[in-house]
C-alpha cells in the first residue's frame, strides 16, 4: 500500500509536527506500507527515513503560499492509494483534523480581543480562506474518512460541515509511555529545581506550549496568583509577545514565581520537576502534552476548550475549568496544592497507559484497511 501523508512544514517543538513523527515511526515497522512525506520542508535533527517529496513553490503571501503549496501537493496525490493530509486541501482520502474547526477557533480567540480586533479578525483575507478551504475539503467526493484526536472535534466537524458519522474516526494521539514515565521525577526532579531555583518540596506548575496567547499562558500565570503555598509556573515555549506576559506576572505579584525558559528540544526533565500541568488553552482539539504529562505522572489542569478534557475526571487526575475562568483555575491550583500531588498523578498514569505508539499504529492501520 502506498500512503502519502501531507504536512506542510516540520518544527520540531510543533505538537501537529511530532504527531506526524511518531505516526510515521510507528507505521515504518509494517513491510506492507510503502509511506511518503509530501511537505514543504523539515526542520529540526530528526532525520526522515522514508520518502520525501519536497513541495515549495517560490511564492510570496501568505495565502498565495497556503494556495500553491495545496496546488503543489495535489499534483502528487495520484500516484497514491490514500493521501492522508494533516492540511486542509481538498482531494485528500483521509484528513487528520488535528487543528479542529478554524471557525470554532476564531470564536474562541474573539473572546479576548476588543471589538475593533474582532472585527478584524473575522474580515482577514487569510482566515476566510482557510474556511473556505475547510469547507470545499469535507465537500470533496474523495474524501473517505476524518481522523479525530478528541470527541470534541468530532461533535464540531459534525455540527458545521454535516460529515456523516460514519466517515468519522476517533483516533487518540498515542504517547510513549516508555520514554514519558514517573520516573522522570527520580532524574530530574533535584536538579532542575536547583537550576532555577525552587525549593525541592515547592508547588509547581508546568506549561508547555509556544504561541501563549491561544494555549491560555495568561490563565495560567493568573492561577497561580493569590494562592496560599505560592506555586511556581515553569513555562516551556515561546512566543514574540513574551514580555507581555512576564509584565503580568509582575503585575499580579508572581514574577518571582514563573519561570521562562524557552522552547526545549527535550521536555522531559521539566516534566520530571514538576508536579502538575496547567494548560487553560482557548482552543486546542488534543495537545500531546497532555498525554505526555499524564505519562510522566502529572495531574492536568485544563479546559473546557480542549480535547484532553475527555481524559480528565476533575478531582481524581485533574480539573477542568473554562479557559477564562481564572477564579476557577486559581480554586483549582489551591485543591491541588492542598491534597497534594500524588494521587492526581497515579491516576493520570493510570489512564494512559494503554495509550502508546502500538495503539496509535494498530488503530491507524486498521482505518487503512477498511478503506482500501
Known sequence: MKLAIVRQKYRPDGG????????????????????????????????????VIICNPRITGRIQRESAFAQAAQQHFAGFDLVQSHERIPGCHI???????????????????????????WWSGFHRYVMAQEQAMYQHPS???????SQMVADEIRHH?????????????????????????????????????????????????????????AGAIHAISEVPQHP???????????????????????????????????????????????LPTLYDPFPNVVLEAMASGL????????????????????????SLDYEGLRQSVRLACE?????????????????DLRFLSDNMLSLYEQLI
Open 16 to 51: 501537529a509536527e511530532r504527531f506526524v513523527s511518531r505516526a510515521l515511526d510507528a507505521l515504518s515497522n509494517h513491510r506492507s506500507l510503502d509511506v511518503s512525506v509530501i511537505t514543504r520542508s523539515w526542520e529540526g535533527a530528526e532525520q526522515v527515513n522514508r520518502n
Open 95 to 121: 484528513y487528520r483534523a488535528g487543528d479542529g474547526v478554524h471557525q470554532v477557533w476564531l470564536t474562541q480567540r474573539s473572546r479576548v480581543l476588543n471589538p475593533l480586533q474582532r472585527r478584524l479578525l
Open 143 to 149: 474524501l473517505k474518512a476524518v481522523i479525530c484526536n
Open 161 to 217: 460541515f454535516g460529515v456523516p458519522a460514519d466517515k468519522i474516526h476517533l483516533i487518540y494521539n498515542g504517547v510513549d509511555t516508555s520514554t514519558f514515565t514517573p520516573e522522570l521525577r527520580n532524574t530530574y526532579r533535584q536538579t532542575l529545581r536547583q537550576q532555577l531555583g525552587v525549593a525541592n518540596d515547592a508547588p509547581v506548575m508546568l506549561f508547555v506550549g509556544s504561541g501563549f496567547e491561544r494555549k491560555g499562558l
Open 232 to 278: 511556581h509556573l515553569i513555562v516551556v515555549g515561546k512566543d514574540k509577545h513574551s514580555r507581555r506576559y512576564q509584565k503580568l506576572a509582575h503585575r499580579l505579584g508572581v514574577a518571582g514565581q514563573v519561570h521562562f525558559v524557552g522552547m526545549q528540544p527535550d521536555t522531559r526533565p521539566y516534566y520530571g520537576a514538576a508536579d502538575m500541568l496547567l
Open 299 to 322: 495531574g492536568v489542569i485544563t479546559s473546557q476548550q480542549c480535547g484532553g478534557k475527555e481524559f480528565i475526571q476533575s478531582g481524581v487526575n485533574g480539573f477542568v475549568c473554562d
Open 339 to 355: 491534597t497534594g500531588f500524588d494521587g492526581f498523578g497515579e491516576q493520570a498514569r493510570a489512564k494512559v497507559e494503554r495509550y
